[in-house]
């Protein structure tokens, strides 16, 4: 089945430090979404990107939508404490299967202060 | 998402009990989801629904169930509880069309002992 493959797993950086992610896929993906998920809560939409080579940014956060079709990033500038949580890439397919969204294993962040 | 609200929120029981959990929106949206997060896993999908009384099986929904008798509710049961169903349970909401993001409910933290 379409998976994805995000890396990395987990990142431990310092406050003020950018951040960079990523996934990938074998399969081709016409919409790319990132989520963030705080302790105790569900997954939060971030940036949703539509069309392939799309850049977008939402404040500190600019998230792309690669031209393959295959991959988007998410990165983060100036990180501060607020930014500690799970980062989930999620993407969905077209025609029958536009409603399916397949997610990420994740990506845990930790800003040390 | 304050608008999709999932109850309980904790459930301690115990193997081969009947298991609902609830989830209610008032977004107004017509597809509703079940997922469920292991640690390491992401989010799997276990059921969908278009519309009232429409009952779609996801990726893994073997010993579950679910209803949805209104727009605005979708129903989740476990018939008999087993220890590896122990997990996070999200309910999501979207509308309809390809560019529809998934909004997700704070989630029930599910305990089969």
């Known amino acids: 089945g379409q998976q994805l493959n995000q890396s990395p797993q987990s990142m431990f950086i310092q406050e003020g430090e950018d951040v960079s992610m990523n996934c990938t896929s074998s399969s081709i993906f016409n919409t790319w979404l990132w989520y963030k998920q705080d302790p105790g809560e569900g997954p939060v939409l971030l940036i949703a990107?539509?069309?392939?080579?799309e850049l977008t940014s939402n404040g500190r956060l600019t998230a792309q939508f690669g031209i393959t079709r295959k991959d988007s990033f998410l990165n983060i500038s100036a990180s501060i404490p607020s930014d500690v949580g799970i980062y989930f890439c999620a993407a969905k397919g077209s025609g029958g299967s536009n409603y399916k969204l397949t997610f990420g294993k994740g990506t845990l962040l930790t800003v040390n202060p | 998402d304050a608008d999709v609200t999932q109850t309980p929120r904790n459930r301690i029981t115990k193997t081969g009990k009947r298991i609902m959990l609830e989830c209610s929106q008032t977004k107004g949206h017509d597809r509703m989801y079940w997922y469920r997060q292991d640690p390491g896993l992401g989010l799997r999908l276990i059921y969908y629904s278009f519309d009232v009384k429409d009952i779609n099986k996801g990726e893994i929904s073997d010993g579950y169930s679910v209803s949805r008798q209104a727009q605005a509710k979708f129903s989740l049961s476990l018939e008999s509880a087993i220890p590896n169903q122990t997990a996070l349970y999200f309910c999501?909401?979207?509308?309809?069309?390809?560019?529809?993001?998934?909004?997700f409910g704070d989630g029930t933290r599910l305990s089969i002992l």
């Open positions: 999501a909401t979207s509308d309809v069309g390809q560019n529809q993001p998934q909004h």
């Open positions: 990107l539509y069309k392939a080579g």
